[in-house]
């Protein structure tokens, strides 16, 4: 196996997934209300994510950026629309739990929608086709030229991606466990907050360009 390969992969992939954005702080909310399996699986949605756009950019990077690029001001928006919906569901299920009502729990039988949703979520930054796809076709001349070079560094992306995820995760399952109910619920605030200012910003650099 190429490691030079793999290891520039590995870089890439923590390059993409370490910048704290929403997806990060939703991964730990998520894992704060329901433990490291619902964590993980939200995790792996986004690990996924990078892991399909990291192949696509492997094989037509270039191509797919600039078919892409037409749509890039509505999947912006749309990404913006859905992060504020996802922090006003957040801020009312917190409403509603400070208001007596039963909590919504993370169980194990929603694993697959937490992973679809998150999933989906991740795929509509399509930036991150030209983030792969720039790093590829920058070593365009080097191993990076062959086909398996490109399958090794798509690999060592996915699993930085994947460990990155499932750290945050981890962060957020240890939180669950130890922190006290008012100071889970007033970090699931914070976080939802956070979330949505990042969809405002979004929504206004859209509509302000």
């Given amino acids: 196996m190429d490691w030079r390969a793999f290891g520039e992969g590995v870089i890439a992939g923590y390059g993409i997934a370490i910048p704290v954005g929403a997806i990060a702080i939703l991964i730990v909310d998520t894992a704060l209300r329901g433990g490291f399996v619902p964590g993980f699986m939200a995790g792996a949605g986004a690990a996924s994510a990078d892991l399909l756009y990291a192949a696509l950019a492997a094989v037509a990077g270039q191509t797919l950026a600039l078919a892409l690029a037409p749509f890039a001001v509505t999947l912006r928006l749309l990404s913006a629309l859905v992060l504020l919906a996802l922090g006003g569901w957040g801020l009312w299920r917190l409403h509603r739990r400070t208001a007596g009502a039963a909590p919504d729990p993370v169980v194990a039988a929603s694993a697959?929608?937490?992973?679809?949703?998150?999933?989906?979520?991740?795929?509509?930054?399509p930036l991150t086709v030209a983030y792969f796809g720039s790093l590829i076709l920058g070593?365009?001349?080097?191993?990076?030229?062959?086909?398996?070079?490109?399958?090794?560094?798509?690999?060592?992306?996915?699993?930085?991606?994947?460990?990155?995820?499932?750290?945050?995760?981890?962060?957020?399952?240890?939180?669950?466990?130890?922190?006290?109910?008012?100071?889970?619920?007033l970090t699931s605030l914070l976080g939802n907050l956070i979330v949505l200012l990042l969809g405002l910003r979004i929504a206004w650099q859209v509509l302000a360009a």
Avoid: K
């Fill in 112 to 125: 697959w929608r937490t992973y679809t949703q998150f999933l989906g979520l991740t795929l509509l930054n």
């Fill in 139 to 185: 070593n365009g001349a080097g191993h990076l030229a062959t086909t398996a070079g490109r399958v090794v560094f798509v690999l060592g992306a996915a699993v930085a991606s994947l460990s990155w995820q499932s750290l945050l995760a981890l962060i957020g399952a240890a939180a669950h466990r130890r922190l006290s109910p008012r100071f889970q619920l």
